[in-house]
């Protein structure tokens, strides 16, 4: 690392790429940014996942082209830019287009587009910057969360998720793989960041985690930005 522009030492430059679903992971890097100096750029469109692979947009029914278009300006960014560090994030609500051109594939069968997609992105982003780290998908609540706290105060537990449900592990597997397989860093937020216990906690000390079914708290993200801050240091390539 090399100082930035407050003379402390860091990454100075940070860029994040990521669909509009991981936006609540967006506070853990903003506080970041904010207390060690750095500059952010968030790349950031709705529907749109980082994995370079035609999309299908359920609501538009169609392949969503966009995306597409979306993906390579923020590729073009960063090579511009040469940040430090790249953070990319996705959800693991992947839709890619069939082979027709025209259908929707989802689940197990999106797996394999959604590696080698991702696979060509982080190649990409390793040649234009100085370290690139993959966070993994978050977990999921079974509940709307803040509906049912507010209408059973206290019972707070009830509204905990079971993990085999709230975590995918065959989805972290193919991050952390892909990862991997790309030699750039990965973070895992689950345990113990999110889910540090089974089952996952609706509340974790005096915060609320979920803001809806699978979106954290701006509140809970931004308390674990000196956390993400450390695994960062840990996994990145560069001292």
């Given at each position: 690392?090399r100082?930035?522009s407050?003379g402390r030492?860091g990454?100075?430059?940070i860029c994040?790429?990521?669909?509009?679903?991981?936006?609540?992971?967006d506070?853990?890097?903003?506080?970041?940014?904010?207390?060690?100096?750095?500059r952010?750029?968030?790349?950031?469109?709705?529907?749109?996942?980082?994995a370079d692979?035609l999309?299908?947009?359920?609501n538009f029914?169609?392949a969503?082209?966009?995306?597409?278009?979306?993906?390579?300006?923020?590729?073009?960014?960063?090579e511009?830019?040469?940040?430090?560090l790249?953070?990319?994030?996705s959800?693991?609500?992947?839709?890619?287009?069939?082979?027709d051109?025209?259908s929707?594939?989802?689940?197990v069968?999106?797996?394999?587009p959604?590696r080698?997609?991702?696979?060509?992105?982080?190649r990409?982003?390793?040649?234009?910057?100085?370290?690139?780290?993959?966070?993994?998908?978050?977990p999921?609540?079974?509940?709307?969360?803040?509906?049912?706290?507010?209408?059973?105060r206290d019972?707070?537990?009830?509204?905990?998720?079971?993990?085999e449900?709230?975590i995918?592990r065959?989805?972290l597997?193919?991050?952390?793989d892909?990862?991997?397989?790309?030699?750039?860093g990965?973070?895992d937020?689950?345990?113990?960041?999110?889910?540090?216990?089974n089952?996952?906690?609706?509340?974790?000390?005096n915060f609320?985690?979920f803001?809806?079914e699978h979106?954290?708290t701006?509140?809970?993200?931004?308390?674990?930005?000196?956390?993400?801050?450390?695994a960062?240091?840990?996994?990145?390539?560069?001292?």
């Amino acid at each position: 690392m090399r100082p930035d522009s407050t003379g402390r030492k860091g990454f100075g430059r940070i860029c994040r790429v990521r669909r509009s679903s991981a936006g609540s992971r967006d506070r853990r890097s903003d506080r970041l940014a904010v207390e060690r100096g750095w500059r952010l750029v968030s790349l950031t469109k709705s529907g749109c996942g980082a994995a370079d692979v035609l999309q299908y947009n359920v609501n538009f029914k169609r392949a969503y082209t966009e995306c597409a278009t979306w993906r390579e300006a923020s590729f073009r960014r960063a090579e511009s830019e040469h940040p430090a560090l790249v953070l990319v994030a996705s959800s693991r609500a992947s839709h890619a287009v069939g082979a027709d051109g025209a259908s929707d594939v989802t689940g197990v069968d999106a797996v394999e587009p959604w590696r080698a997609g991702m696979d060509r992105t982080l190649r990409r982003l390793a040649g234009a910057a100085g370290s690139v780290v993959l966070i993994g998908d978050t977990p999921r609540s079974d509940v709307d969360v803040p509906v049912c706290l507010s209408a059973h105060r206290d019972d707070v537990l009830a509204w905990a998720t079971p993990v085999e449900d709230a975590i995918s592990r065959s989805w972290l597997a193919n991050e952390r793989d892909v990862a991997a397989a790309t030699a750039v860093g990965f973070v895992d937020p689950t345990p113990p960041w999110v889910c540090p216990s089974n089952p996952c906690p609706a509340v974790i000390g005096n915060f609320m985690v979920f803001r809806d079914e699978h979106h954290l708290t701006s509140q809970f993200s931004s308390a674990l930005g000196r956390l993400l801050g450390d695994a960062l240091r840990a996994r990145s390539a560069k001292p």
